[in-house]
């Protein structure tokens, strides 16, 4: 499946138990001689009463991860097509939380991402010894690199962002830095790098460098993260329509409680692999 070019290898394990070893997803995700994906998603049943299904995330290295706001719109989408709810609306619990995705029609999917997290220790983040930059309600942090600091917002989406604006997107040493900021000292757990130019009030365009992925073509939380962090700085004004290279997703969000992501979710084909 795919969402705005976010692509994903997902697995139907409700009626027997998800058991693939790391070396087995890193195979299914290699491009090459697997199917290739950017991450694998886990649909298993409910965990426990008010919960519809279990949401697994495992990015192409094979380490589970706590959020996929991508994969989730494809996870509702997956479930009402093989006929495991007949609902639009659905609760599901992911490492980080539970999330309430919810098909709208026209192949898009609305999904409930949650609130964004701002306290540095549930990101994580060390910020010891660091002085920040105040720029409206949101706080740049330096993260030191060879070719000098590099200043970023730093907030959780369920899973760890940075996002760091540029004038020209296309110019933006994603490749380079990404991996740098990506494994940084600074960021325990790792961290996605979202490089973001502001077109306007209401637009931006964006490329993410995801952790244990390298750049995807969309990522949904890092869209949300890039919209909150725009909206906090005064940038940007709600909805944000976030373009990506592989499509366009649009953020809600009133500068408090939940962030709302909307965008396509498709099927690219079925099929059965040998491992």
Known sequence: MQGAGNDFVVIDA????FSLTTAQLQHLADRHFGVGADQILVVEPSPGAGIDFRYRI??????????????????????????????????????????????????RVRVDMGVPIFELSRIPFDAAHLNAREVGQDRLWPIELDAGPRWVSVLSMGNPHAVLWV????????????????????????VNVGFAQRLDAHQIRLR????????????????????????RQGLLQTPVRVHARGGELEIDWSGEGSVFMTGPAETVFEGEIEL
Do not use: K, M, Y
Request: net charge negative; aromatic share 4%.
């Open 58 to 107: 495992f990015n192409a290295d094979g380490a589970e991860v706590e959020h996929c706001g991508n994969g989730a719109r494809c996870f509702v989408r997956f479930v009402l097509d093989r006929g495991l709810t007949d609902r639009p609306s659905i609760r599901v619990q992911t490492l980080s939380g539970i999330i309430e995705p919810c098909e709208i029609g026209g192949g």
């Open 14 to 17: 409700t009626l027997e138990p």
């Open 167 to 190: 004038d020209d997107l296309d110019a933006a040493p994603v490749a380079t830095e990404g991996p740098l900021i990506e494994r940084h000292r600074r960021f325990p757990r790792r």
């Open 208 to 231: 993410v460098f995801e952790r244990g992925v390298g750049e995807t073509l969309a990522c949904g939380t890092g869209a949300c993260a890039a919209a909150v962090a725009g909206i």
